[in-house]
């Protein structure tokens, strides 16, 4: 009987409100928590700053390891810094850093997913010297073709407008390094959607309604219709206009140096030149004595008659199929589709009108 008077009791308590005393502090709860304790902290009253502040490369080195951040505002931030820098040294003593070493580091961020970031490496990209650039095209060639192809719209958007600088700024380099000129005409025709899904030895076109007909086999070309990837078309047709014109068109000759002066002599001073240093940076890549055989697309092809004739093989019937579609089409993408037009009618592989 105890126990179970007891238990009821307790039940009962339960339920039972505490009566409160004036003047007695409420009973805290089991479970109370004391917070009433007090932590120390070790506060500085002044900072200290030392007279000598990093040095240019130091910075411009501590920035550029920043360029692997997570964070999207840290890398955009970190580009805008190695830019400043690289335009303050270039306008003083050069940049402390080989343009090389920058390119293999900022590269990769072509594909990078923020807008941001993209948009200040094309601002970098415009602070390098022409020079600098005109010798390390082959480090910036591969990226470019992975942007043009890249799934994302804004990446090939981002990249079209690197594309249009170099082109700019190197283009005959840029025709003439490995890989340069066929690798990026095929990029195009991906691009611009003007591949051929079959190739023979035949140079003519066939259409997919014609299976009979031996050469180049395609469906009908067909351009985007909404604003955004028309913009992107002719973005693209803008940059093939460029780049056609830089490797197809010769360019009037720049007026050399002659150490001789007016003075002419015959044998054996005659061909001087020939001994004289070259004028361009790798001189004889294109024996390729050290490297591993390429094939015909990854060659380089320095001579202007080496491009017509490669054009005028494997890439004339393609282009030219691929631009009467888009004159045909009309609007930007038409007017951008006569640039091209205009270009080969000058070099001489194309009778377009």
Known sequence: MGSSAKKRKDKKADFQKTKLKVGKARPKPMNNTDTSFKAKAIVLKEQSLSTNAPSA???????????????????????????????QSSQSTGTTLSTAVILKRTLPLLLDASAGVRSQLLSLFRSLPAKDVE??????????????????????????????????????????????????????????????????TSSQWSTANDASTTGWTSTKTTFARSAGET??????????????????????????????????????????RIHMMPTRMHTFRHLNLFGAPRDEASMEYAELEERLRVFSDHYKARFESGLEAARKDGGEVGRAAGLIAAVLASSGVSTLD
């Open 231 to 272: 913009k992107l078309t002719v973005k693209v047709l803008k940059c093939l206009a460029l780049f056609l014109e830089a490797g197809l068109v010769e360019l009037p000759k720049k007026e050399e140096y002659d150490p001789l002066g007016d003075y002419k002599f015959t044998f054996p001073v005659a061909p001087y």
């Open 57 to 87: 490369k130091a910075q411009l080195s501590h920035n550029i390891s920043l360029l692997s951040s997570r964070s999207d505002k840290q890398r955009k931030e970190s580009l805008a810094h190695v830019s400043s820098l690289i335009s």
């Open 135 to 200: 010798d390390h095209v082959d480090l910036i060639a591969p990226y470019i073709r992975a942007g043009l192809t890249h799934m994302s719209a804004d990446v090939n958007d981002t990249t079209a407008d690197i594309f249009e600088w170099l082109l700019e700024t190197a283009g005959t380099e840029y025709v003439s390094c490995p890989g340069g000129w066929m690798k990026t005409q095929d990029t195009f025709l991906v691009t611009l959607r003007w591949n051929s899904s079959a190739r023979t």
